[in-house]
């Protein structure tokens, strides 16, 4: 069955939620050629899990560090949506830092390994991810059926299909880890959540981040289903990555944006207000702002560059197929930086 259409009826509630249809906030155009040090192009997706690049984008970070070491960066932004069209805009040049989940750092490592040698960067924090449901028949994982659809970014790549299919392994069996993926469809956070809100179409269940699960909850007809802290433990979900030939050509400009990402991690420790506002004004979202800011005071939210807790996911992919290389341990898949040393 395809995935379901989300009809115009959903515009005044995605418009309530300052979001929109579209999947892309830039444009990316043909593949273009190796540029010299000075320009680094930047691909995000949807969601809080974000809010690191949102502050460096929104002060200037990148900019200010770059003329700290004597060199003018221009900086292009892009948003797209699921990990399978970050990794072919990475592949194609048309960025140079991918953001997305775990699962499709992996999968990308994996398939670069010896030839672009892609690794992450560093991490966009801990966050948990919820399945949600509107379904009133669904208690558990084991209650999805045919008449159910499951919204996440990417089916098969994204972190959220990566978690559930961990989930999936550990309720039938490892040989049964893609059982549920019949059932998932790739529509963007922002459209899933005001489906799910809304009701009335084929989407009864979405793998989401925040803020868009807890605004799903707001509504009396939404629930948790699935928490991936509950799977795998507090955990990295998103990274940033890039090509080894980027890193190693781009010295300065690498290292003014790393530097920009520590400034940016330090700034929402010490803001969180301040951190909600910056949100808001760089995404257009129509969040209450007190409500954002609870989000943001979460404990279990932390916006932190080193990755937390992602070898197991990369384990379990080994072991099911999905990628063909074992790394060793965390520290195969993220360049060997200060930034991430910490991780694990």
Do not use: C
């Amino acid at each position: 069955m395809q995935a379901p259409i989300l009809s115009r009826k959903f515009g005044r509630l995605l418009g309530a939620l300052g979001l929109s249809f579209g999947i892309a906030a830039g444009t990316l155009g043909v593949a273009a050629p190796a540029h010299a040090e000075g320009k680094i192009r930047i691909a995000e997706q949807f969601g809080i899990v974000y809010l690191l690049l949102n502050v460096v984008r929104d002060q200037n970070l990148i900019e200010k560090h770059g003329k700290s070491a004597g060199v003018d960066i221009q900086v292009e932004w892009a948003r797209l949506s699921g990990g399978a069209a970050i990794n072919d805009a990475l592949l194609s040049g048309n960025i140079d830092i991918a953001g997305a989940g775990i699962g499709p750092l992996l999968t990308i490592w994996d398939r670069t390994k010896d030839r672009q040698n892609v690794r992450g960067v560093a991490s966009l924090g801990e966050f948990p991810y919820y399945l949600l449901t509107n379904n009133p028949n669904v208690k558990s994982i084991e209650d999805f059926s045919d008449k159910d659809r499951i919204a996440l970014p990417a089916v098969g790549v994204s972190v959220q299909s990566r978690f559930l299919q961990y989930a999936v392994a550990q309720k039938w069996g490892k040989d049964q880890f893609n059982r549920l993926d019949k059932f998932s469809v790739a529509i963007p956070h922002p459209d899933a959540t005001a489906a799910l809100i809304s009701g009335g179409t084929e989407l009864t269940a979405h793998f989401s981040n925040p803020p868009f699960q807890y605004q799903a909850l707001e509504n009396p007809n939404v629930r948790v289903v699935l928490n991936s802290y509950d799977v795998l433990g507090p955990n990295s979900p998103t990274a940033l990555y890039a090509t080894e030939k980027f890193r190693q050509e781009n010295p300065k400009t690498y290292a003014a944006f790393q530097a920009a990402l520590k400034e940016a991690s330090e700034f929402i420790a010490a803001n969180k207000a301040a951190a909600a506002d910056t949100y808001i004004r760089v995404t257009g979202a129509k969040i209450d702002r007190d409500f954002l800011i609870r989000i943001l005071e979460n404990p279990e939210i932390r916006f932190n560059t080193a990755p937390s807790n992602t070898y197991k996911l990369a384990e379990f992919l080994f072991d099911v197929g999905a990628i063909k290389n074992k790394p060793a341990s965390w520290k195969d898949y993220f360049f060997d930086d200060p930034l991430t040393a910490s991780g694990s």
